[in-house]
């Protein structure tokens, strides 16, 4: 902190109560993040995208890959980020 905004937190109420409000919201914001980290599986993996042969005029092709339901939404965005389309299907075996 530099002197100017150690004199703010000493005088400026409505500063201090700002500072405050922003650490429990970063706090809370942590926790929240390290209780979803803790959900997802502990190491990293690739899911492994199988060929399933279709394939369009525009060679858009087909792949299938099988994860836990929990982690759906990580592989969504990890497909994302390499450009892929990803969509879910869900299916009971029962």
């Known amino acids: 902190m530099d002197a100017k905004e150690q004199e703010l937190v000493r005088t ?3 500063y201090m109560l700002w500072l405050q409000t922003e650490h429990w919201i ?3 914001g942590f926790d929240d993040l390290e209780a979803r980290q803790r959900s997802r599986i502990p190491y990293g993996f690739v899911p492994i995208l199988k060929n ?3 394939s ?3 060679n858009n092709t087909v792949y299938h890959t099988v ?5 759906a939404e990580d592989v969504l965005k990890a497909l994302r980020k390499w450009g892929l389309s990803a969509r879910t299907f869900n299916y009971d075996l029962y």
């Open 26 to 28: 970063c706090k809370t």
């Open 56 to 58: 369009d005029r525009e």
């Open 52 to 54: 399933t042969g279709i």
């Open 12 to 14: 400026d109420e409505d």
């Open 67 to 71: 994860v836990y339901s929990e982690q």
